[in-house]
Nanobody
């Protein structure tokens, strides 16, 4: 069974840091782009950051540029998101996703495998 499993979420004060992980199982995702999305209550799911199949290119949403860093380790079939300088508006459920394509993009339609999500809560 193909699965993506997120971990690393939690409660943190504003200005703090977290590191999210996304572990893939069932098959290798080393040949496709992957990404992080997030969804806050009452809002649509939005793109946060994405990374190409070999890690050669990454893309961040403007709202997280300079604060979040996406990386991947294809030998471990795992993707990471380092969240620094967290703000209360970063509070959301964070989802990892695997694309059908090698190259990263922002649109949800490019991603066909999704994890269950991990909650990130940032207190003021």
């Amino acid at each position: 069974q193909v699965q993506l499993q997120e971990s690393g979420g939690g409660l943190v004060q504003a200005g703090g840091s977290l590191r999210l992980s996304c572990k893939a199982s069932g098959r290798s995702f080393s040949d496709v782009a992957m990404a992080w999305f997030r969804q806050a209550p009452g809002k649509q799911r939005e793109f946060v950051a994405g990374i190409s199949w070999n890690g050669g290119r990454s893309l961040n949403a403007n709202s997280v540029e300079g604060r979040f860093t996406i990386t991947r380790d294809n030998t471990q079939n795992t993707m990471y998101l380092q969240l620094n300088s967290l703000k209360p508006e970063d509070t959301a459920t964070y989802y990892c996703a695997a694309s059908r394509y090698q190259h990263v993009g922002e649109h949800r339609s490019r991603y066909d495998v999704w994890g269950q999500g991990t909650q990130v809560t940032v207190s003021a």
